[in-house]
């Protein structure tokens, strides 16, 4: 059999990963040309910005390229106690707790290029798809600028711009329109020298209404650290420096003092496609055969929750189990996607909804809210929850009763205290 990749960004290179175990030829076709250095480039326009890879996603990436974590360490990633993360939510700094979990702090250009230089698969660079090739209503290639590849599967995997739905149109099959939440957030990075002391991750969370602006900042290898500032519901930080640096001076961390002395190595860059975007091709009524898709271009998650790289790598794993590439069997890979991203769709497009709806995310979001105060209180609560957040617990964990006990004790104490946001202490 042979499969075509579209898009050889990470979820690209996790399906082909995954594919040239059973294929006998797995090629994947990348728009931008790729150097093999770790570098930007234009199809991943979002590598500028800070890159968190979830413990989930950094255990996947383990597993499907035994001696990663090592490699990317000995190429400068930082490696850190996922409880070591420095973060400021509406009510105080979390409970630093260690966790046992060990997180990797990167950037996106060097994990991607040491994630290709493993995948096995044949790369055609500087090719740009611009449709699907049908016959007898199955997939049986793609069509490029240059010409058409045929293929026995295709796996659209051309992330966020992917343009599937209107290739399917143009065959007259009308897929779902998309389920989109859009927080309107905006995303500004610069990239400094890292001062000795600086954490491995500092960071203050957006909280929907009221806290718009915060900002990820993280450690990367070269001695580096990406400052992302962060603005919600259109508050966006700006491109100047000096509008840039009056941001992060108006956030409640003390991100200014702790970046006195570093250098600023790179302009401030912009990006603002951040709404989450789910389709739901697994409703399509005439999805044809050969044709499946995986990554952003099925659901983009809003960035600030980090989760894109780790539903990719799961997602990818599907493959494994997966021989039927039928219009059924396609459709049924489809379903098994959906199920896959649900749980985290349902997270953190929930989280989100405060920013676009007055009913402030339901009886979900009042919990979640409850939950920040407990985080900030108690140890135990904070690796129980940063366990779900990097999902490698399920979520159900958050909802026994133990935790409601404690929940109810903290909500307690914060509404005598007055459930104002924290002024925090540098920390
Ligand atoms: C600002 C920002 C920050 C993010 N931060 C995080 C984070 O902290 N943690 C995390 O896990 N995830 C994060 N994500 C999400 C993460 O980047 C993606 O979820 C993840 O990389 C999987 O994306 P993908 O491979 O589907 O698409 P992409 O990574 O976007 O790759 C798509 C690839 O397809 C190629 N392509 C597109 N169209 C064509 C075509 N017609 N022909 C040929 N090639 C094509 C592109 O050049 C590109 O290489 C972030 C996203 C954004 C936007």
């Not at 930082?78 to 105080?92: C, F, K, V, Y």
Request: aromatic share 8%; glycine share 10%; proline share 6%.
């Amino acid at each position: 059999m042979k499969a075509v990749v579209i898009g050889g960004g990470i979820a690209g290179l996790l399906a082909a990963r995954v594919l040239t175990e059973t294929c006998d030829d797995v090629v994947v076709l990348e728009r931008d040309e790729l150097s093999g250095e770790p570098e930007y480039r234009a199809g991943v326009p979002q590598g500028r910005h800070v890159h968190g890879l979830l413990v989930r996603g950094g255990e996947l990436l383990e597993e499907l390229f035994p001696g990663l974590r090592e490699e990317l360490v000995l190429a400068g990633a930082e490696l850190a106690d996922a409880g070591d993360m420095r973060i400021l939510n509406p009510l105080g700094w979390l409970a630093a707790a260690p966790t046992g979990m060990p997180l990797l702090s990167l950037s996106r250009p060097l994990l991607e290029t040491r994630i290709r230089r493993r995948v096995t698969a044949q790369f055609m660079t500087g090719v740009h798809v611009t449709g699907l090739s049908m016959r007898d209503g199955v997939v049986d290639g793609v069509l490029t600028r240059a010409g058409r590849v045929d293929a026995d599967l295709v796996v659209d995997a051309s992330g966020r711009s992917s343009k599937l739905r209107d290739w399917l149109a143009a065959a007259g099959i009308t897929t779902p329109e998309p389920e989109v939440v859009d927080s309107r957030t905006g995303y500004a990075t610069r990239t400094y020298t890292a001062p000795a002391d600086f954490p491995v991750v500092y960071a203050e969370s957006l909280s929907a209404p009221d806290l718009r602006r915060g900002v990820a900042a993280m450690r990367v290898e070269g001695g580096r650290i990406m400052v992302t500032a962060q603005g919600a519901a259109g508050d966006h930080p700006p491109r100047d420096p000096k509008g840039y640096r009056e941001f992060l001076g108006s956030l409640r961390v003390p991100i200014t003092e702790l970046l006195a002395g570093a250098e600023p190595l790179t302009p401030v860059y912009l990006f603002a496609r951040t709404a989450s975007r789910r389709n739901a091709f697994e409703d399509t009524a005439r999805w044809p055969g050969g044709l499946v898709a995986v990554g952003d271009a099925v659901c983009a998650f809003n960035p600030v929750y980090g989760q894109g790289i780790t539903v990719a790598a799961m997602e990818a794993l599907l493959f494994r189990s997966h021989g039927d590439f039928s219009a059924k069997g396609c459709r049924d890979f489809q379903r098994r996607v959906a199920r896959t991203t649900r749980g985290t769709w349902a997270m953190s497009s929930n989280a989100d909804r405060g920013w676009v709806e007055t009913k402030r995310g339901g009886l979900l979001g009042w919990y979640l809210k409850k939950w920040q105060a407990g985080i900030v209180h108690d140890p135990d609560l904070f690796r129980r929850f940063l366990r779900v957040v990097h999902m490698v617990a399920p979520p159900a964990s958050l909802f026994t009763p133990v935790v409601f006990r404690r929940l109810a004790k903290y909500s307690r104490l914060d509404r005598r205290r007055g459930r104002r946001p924290a002024a925090p202490t540098p920390r």
